[in-house]
C-alpha cells in the first residue's frame, strides 16, 4: 500500500537505526511488525491475567515429558 505521511524526520532516523533496515519502507515494516507482535502479546496476557489457565488435578510436567518420550 503507498501511504503519504508526515514524519518527523528524527523518529525515522531512530527508527532505521534500531530496525537495522536497508530503507526507510524497510525499516518502517520491521517497526510496524514488532509494535503489533507486541500488542498481540499484551492481550494474550491481559486475557489470561483475567482468566489464568488452570491444569487439571494430577497434572505434573514429569508425567507430560514421560509420555512423550515414549513416542
Known amino acids: 500500500m503507498k501511504v503519504t ?3 518527523p524526520d ?3 532516523n531512530e ?3 534500531m530496525t537495522g533496515g536497508a530503507t526507510i519502507t524497510d525499516s518502517l515494516i520491521i517497526a510496524l ?3 503489533t507482535s507486541k500488542q498481540r502479546l499484551i492481550k494474550v496476557m491481559d486475557k489470561v ?4 489457565l488452570v491444569f487439571q488435578d494430577g497434572f505434573s ?7 512423550n ?3
Not at 510436567?61 to 509420555?67: E, F, I, M, N
Open 15 to 17: 527508527v532505521k537505526k
Open 49 to 52: 491475567r483475567k482468566d489464568p
Open 61 to 67: 510436567a514429569a508425567k507430560v515429558r514421560k509420555l
Open 5 to 7: 505521511a508526515i514524519i
Open 10 to 12: 528524527e523518529l525515522v
Open 33 to 35: 511488525k514488532s509494535y
Open 69 to 71: 518420550r515414549k513416542v
